[in-house]
């Protein structure tokens, strides 16, 4: 199994930003999948998580609600986080995850872990 995140970069207080998840040896539809980042510092937190049944239930951290959004393509094997009117605190390194499940959780247990991408927010 490999899950490659790419999407991140430098942007400036207030901008957006689309992060992708792209998984191969998987069947995405069968696995719950979340982004985690982890800011200079600071222990790694789940951002969102998006879950495998039909539903598509998904979760976020407090602090991202209403600003972030997730979303699969289990045709494309892709996971996205777009992300909007980002801030300064939301700098860091985000890691997409997959975990063979039905509903997800932003607890770090899930089997496994893309390399991670770099989102600077900053003037």
């Known amino acids: 199994v490999q899950l490659q995140a790419s999407g991140g970069g430098l942007v400036q207080p207030g901008g957006s930003l689309r992060l992708s998840c792209a998984a191969a040896?998987?069947?995405?539809?069968?696995?719950?999948m979340a982004w985690f980042r982890q800011a200079p510092g600071k222990e790694r937190e789940g951002v969102s998580c998006?879950?495998?049944?039909?539903?598509?239930?998904?979760v976020y951290k407090d602090s991202v609600k209403g600003r972030f959004a997730i979303s699969r393509d289990n045709a494309e094997n892709t996971v996205i986080l777009q992300m909007h009117t980002l801030k300064p605190e939301d700098t860091g390194v985000y890691y997409c995850?997959?975990?063979?499940?039905?509903?997800?959780?932003?607890?770090?247990?899930?089997?496994?872990w893309g390399q991670g991408t770099l989102v600077t927010v900053s003037s």
């Open positions: 998006i879950s495998s049944n039909s539903d598509g239930t998904t």
């Open positions: 040896g998987l069947t995405l539809d069968d696995y719950v």
């Open positions: 995850a997959a975990v063979k499940s039905y509903y997800c959780t932003l607890l770090s247990v899930y089997k496994y």
